[in-house]
């Protein structure tokens, strides 16, 4: 999968979360050698991510410190990381609007 924003990654580990560094890092790499074609293929290896819809997933990270919000184009092989933040920031959203 091509991953668009990693620069959002880094800025959030970079703004006060370095805890999350290592975590996103090893998502980051994971999911760029992943070939996934359906959000079945994402919940067989991340049983934990909650499926918004056809198109979103949410992530947790860091041992389920962190939110990762994920859009997906599974004909393109594209995820675009949307938001990434504490329980409380992602409490703080609509995640429908992302």
Same mark, same amino acid.
């Given at each position: 999968?091509?991953?668009?924003?990693?620069?959002? =990654?880094?800025?959030?580990?970079?703004?006060?979360?370095? %805890?999350?560094? @290592?975590? =996103?890092?090893?998502?980051?790499?994971?999911?760029?050698? %992943?070939?996934?074609?359906?959000?079945? +293929?994402?919940?067989?290896?991340?049983?934990?991510?909650? #499926?918004? +819809?056809?198109?979103?997933?949410?992530?947790?990270?860091?041992?389920?410190?962190?939110? =990762?919000?994920?859009? =997906?184009?599974?004909?393109? @092989?594209? #995820?675009? #990381?949307?938001?990434?933040?504490?329980?409380?920031?992602? +409490?703080?959203? +609509?995640?429908?609007e992302l």
């Amino acid at each position: 999968m091509r991953i668009i924003a990693r620069k959002t =990654l880094r800025t959030f580990w970079e703004s006060g979360h370095a %805890a999350a560094e @290592q975590p =996103l890092k090893a998502w980051f790499a994971e999911v760029s050698k %992943a070939n996934w074609t359906s959000m079945a +293929d994402i919940k067989r290896r991340y049983r934990h991510a909650s #499926v918004i +819809d056809s198109e979103r997933v949410v992530f947790n990270i860091g041992g389920n410190k962190y939110r =990762l919000i994920a859009k =997906l184009w599974f004909p393109g @092989q594209t #995820v675009w #990381v949307k938001f990434i933040g504490t329980h409380k920031q992602y +409490d703080a959203i +609509d995640v429908g609007e992302l």
